[in-house]
């Protein structure tokens, strides 16, 4: 075990302690190189004559050697330097060693405040912050940063007790579904045939929910975990290719509801994870039924433009204010006409979509028509070359893709994230192919 453990405080003290007693020896050193040259070159002590002779009043002459009276003369001086210097040497390394103490300890303030922060830090103390004040220098951008990923952490813990909660709650449904009806049916000694069928009918269909939910809830994480990394699996993919069985999953819930359904589809080459672009056809499609009403419509379109491969999908529904657009893609949030059925979403798929877009450095458009509904856009990089004839190339490069959620002021056509024309210039007309 260390009896003594030096602090960085006590250490910088001991460095500018160690400068100043570097530089003292320096002085001291040159101090008598420069006297030295000085007494050597006095004329007194460079006569021709090898003695000198003097005569005091009393008549009595003493010779003198040159050499003999420079060498005493040095060696005075030389003892009357070191003398006085290690006197004032000792002085001046004692007042740099307490200086650089409390140099050191208010250079260090910033860190010290910093490290009673974070002992003080906890999931619900997350909102402390440093905030330090003075010159705008490295110890203020250290304290700047450390309180603006405080802020990202809280923000983080929140999110993912939300979520929890969510979940939880979500989960909890299904299985209060399947309780109840067990416990309904089971205590009626009369139940017939049909009721046991019945309620492994329910029970079915509950399980079917609780199911899908962990699959959402999986696929959100996995997105989430790796939204800043690469994507496992890189293949050329036509979007179009995915519309037809996603349609075909939804063709059920569309005829009875008579949704009207209209689809025009050019090609739409991209390159990523067929699997997860296939979820994302998959989740706009179907919360487009699930979000849509009676007698209501779905258009469906794709294609490529310029450099980027896009998908649109719209549909009729409840009015969505604009300002509730991007909230939409938020996890567990519905729409407020949203079908109240057995089958209903998780409110995981909009998210998903997100997360996916993301993952392919794509571009997110959405907007809400004052007739009712919602119009979704999705650009993704253009694959160039997508027969597979030598190197697959993206046409336009990874950074200049950029993943966000643009709302769509619907009836200007104008963006409200960045103030400019949306593409498509109407993001309501679902016939448009680029």
Not at 422 to 429: C, K, S, V
Request: hydrophobic share 45%; with cysteine; charged share 20%.
């Amino acid at each position: 075990m260390r009896l003594f453990r030096p602090t960085l405080r006590f250490r910088m003290a001991l460095l500018y302690g160690g400068l100043v007693v570097l530089v003292g020896v320096a002085l001291i050193f040159t101090a008598l190189v420069l006297l030295d040259r000085s007494v050597a070159s006095l004329p007194l002590f460079n006569a021709d004559s090898t003695s000198i002779t003097l005569t005091d009043g009393s008549g009595v002459s003493r010779t003198f050697d040159p050499a003999v009276l420079g060498a005493q003369a040095r060696t005075s001086v030389r003892s009357t330097i070191l003398h006085s210097g290690l006197i004032y040497f000792g002085l001046i390394i004692l007042i740099g060693a307490a200086g650089g103490y409390l140099l050191a300890k208010q250079a260090l303030r910033p860190i010290a405040k910093l490290t009673q922060t974070a002992r003080q830090l906890s999931t619900d103390t997350l909102d402390q912050r440093i905030d330090l004040g003075g010159p705008d220098d490295e110890l203020r951008e250290l304290a700047d940063t450390f309180d603006a990923m405080l802020g990202r952490l809280n923000a983080a813990f929140d999110s993912q007790r939300l979520f929890v909660a969510n979940a939880s709650h979500e989960l909890r449904t299904p299985l209060t579904v399947i309780r109840t009806e067990l416990d309904v049916t089971l205590s009626d000694p009369d139940a017939s045939v049909e009721d046991m069928r019945r309620m492994g009918e329910v029970a079915i269909a509950a399980t079917d929910r609780a199911h899908r939910l962990v699959d959402s809830l999986l696929t959100l994480a996995r997105l989430q975990a790796g939204a800043r990394g690469e994507l496992e699996v890189r293949d050329p993919v036509n979007i179009a290719e995915f519309l037809p069985t996603a349609l075909a999953a939804v063709a059920p819930e569309t005829r009875e509801r008579n949704i009207t359904i209209e689809m025009e589809c050019g090609r739409a080459w991209t390159l990523g994870d067929p699997r997860l672009l296939e979820r994302l056809v998959g989740n706009l499609v179907e919360n487009a039924t699930r979000h849509n009403v009676a007698d209501g419509w779905i258009r469906v379109s794709c294609g490529e433009s310029d450099d980027r491969a896009w998908l649109h999908v719209a549909n009729g529904g409840p009015v969505i204010a604009t300002a509730d657009v991007v909230s939409l893609f938020e996890a567990f949030r519905r729409g407020a006409g949203k079908t109240r059925t057995a089958t209903r979403g998780s409110g995981l798929g909009l998210s998903i979509v997100r997360l996916i877009v993301e993952a392919h450095r794509g571009r997110l458009q959405a907007a809400a028509p004052p007739f009712g509904g919602l119009a979704i856009r999705i650009e993704l990089p253009l694959v160039a070359n997508p027969a597979g004839q030598g190197d697959v190339q993206l046409a336009a490069s990874e950074n200049g893709a950029v993943a966000v959620i643009e709302v769509v002021d619907a009836e200007t056509g104008l963006s409200t994230a960045t103030g400019q024309p949306g593409q498509p210039a109407n993001p309501l007309d679902g016939k448009l192919v680029g």
